[in-house]
């Protein structure tokens, strides 16, 4: 995420130098500096609590923090980068619940870190006047970049239902990072509070496909036991609910 945050302000220092070196008319009209959070919503099986879909992840609703540079060449079209960080947590409820209700030998119960993704992004951005004023402008951000997952890990608590099974735990820990593809399309509206300052409202939808390379460590009595998982790939889909405040930086 470090190097994702340096990017960003290169970036950023990059389009202001450029933007003050220019005249009016000949380069960026204006730019943005903003900063936001909100709601995550996981969609699609990233998000599904069905027992029987093989691939439901039953992700769980989290929080979400970014930070952008929207820049105008021209009255309606420009230039956006941005870098988020998202908090995701699998939904164990309804995994403990499965379990619980196929193994006799174990009472299952679980308890899930958040997921935590990073992101870096960069895109087109145009925006339309809403009012007469010139106040308030509809907004519209398509988006690619690249994303990682920094850390996941679910712990499942086993309680031994008769004599003869000892209690134990599995926790599932996801090593390593995967860069992977990521796109994004956002939608919002910004209102110009004053000639320096602006409020910001918006909703995207993003998605990636990550790759979980797991480690689970099961401890049973004094022994525990470290088995490599498959590595596999999944689909993350998400809406993204955000508010922020923008400054106008040129």
């Known amino acids: 995420m470090k190097k994702f945050i340096a990017l960003f302000f290169s970036l950023l220092v990059t389009l202001t130098t450029l933007a003050q070196k220019v005249n009016q008319g000949d380069g960026l009209l204006d730019g943005y500096f903003s900063i936001g959070t909100g709601l995550t919503v996981p969609v699609g099986n990233f998000g599904s609590n069905s027992m029987v879909n093989p691939n439901a992840y039953a992700a769980k609703t989290g929080a979400n923090f970014d930070m952008n540079y929207m820049a105008r060449f021209s009255n309606y079209f420009g230039v956006a980068i ?128 990550p790759m979980f390379s797991p480690q689970a460590a099961i401890a049973t009595g004094s022994r525990t036991y470290y088995q490599d998982v498959t590595p596999y790939y999944m689909r993350m889909q998400m809406m993204n609910y955000t508010i922020g405040l923008a400054l106008k930086v040129h």
Do not use: C
């Open 82 to 209: 941005m870098v988020r960080s998202a908090l995701v947590a699998h939904n164990v409820v309804s995994t403990g619940g499965y379990f619980n209700g196929n193994d006799p030998n174990y009472a299952w119960s679980a308890e899930a870190t958040p997921d935590k993704l990073k992101m870096a992004m960069a895109g087109l951005f145009t925006q339309v006047p809403l009012t007469q004023e010139k106040n308030l402008f509809l907004f519209f951000k398509p988006m690619l970049g690249a994303s990682f997952v920094a850390q996941s890990a679910t712990t499942y608590n086993l309680i031994a239902r008769e004599h003869g099974y000892n209690d134990g735990t599995i926790k599932v820990t996801s090593s390593g990072q995967s860069y992977s593809f990521t796109y994004q399309f956002a939608l919002g509206i910004k209102y110009n509070i004053t000639p320096l300052f602006a409020f910001t409202l918006g909703m995207d939808y993003l998605s990636t496909n």
